[in-house]
């Protein structure tokens, strides 16, 4: 049972910066998703834990970035140039398997979620 444990959100203003943290209790790919009110969640980023491949959704291409730090099982999602659409409640997520995965029906472990809020 791989336990997570999120840092990070919350308010600020369009266009300014957030960094979420995501503590794992071992080593594993992480991802992140993101739910908006009356929203599906959906997938942002992710990243292997071998080799450190990246993924990321469009929407967040070009300002969020994702990163691990292996020696502290923890990863992380810088975020910038935020917008007010990025506003969501965000989860970290964690898979047994090496391969970076978008489903979040792929992943086997939930962080509880931290809010992000993106004021206009």
């Known amino acids: 049972q791989v336990q997570l444990v999120e840092s990070g959100g919350g308010l600020v203003q369009a266009g300014g910066s957030l960094r979420l943290s995501c503590a794992a209790s071992?080593?594993?790919?992480m991802g992140w998703f993101r739910q908006a009110p009356g929203k599906e969640r959906e997938f942002v980023a992710a990243i292997g834990w071998i080799g450190g491949s990246t993924s990321y959704a469009d929407s967040v291409k070009g300002r969020f970035t994702i990163s691990r730090d292996n020696a502290k099982n923890t990863a992380y999602l810088q975020m910038n140039s935020l917008k007010p659409e990025d506003t969501a409640v965000y989860y970290c997520a964690a898979r047994s398997g090496s391969r970076v995965e978008l489903w979040a029906s792929e992943y086997d472990y939930w962080g509880q979620g931290t809010q992000v809020t993106v004021s206009s």
């Open positions: 071992e080593r594993t790919t």
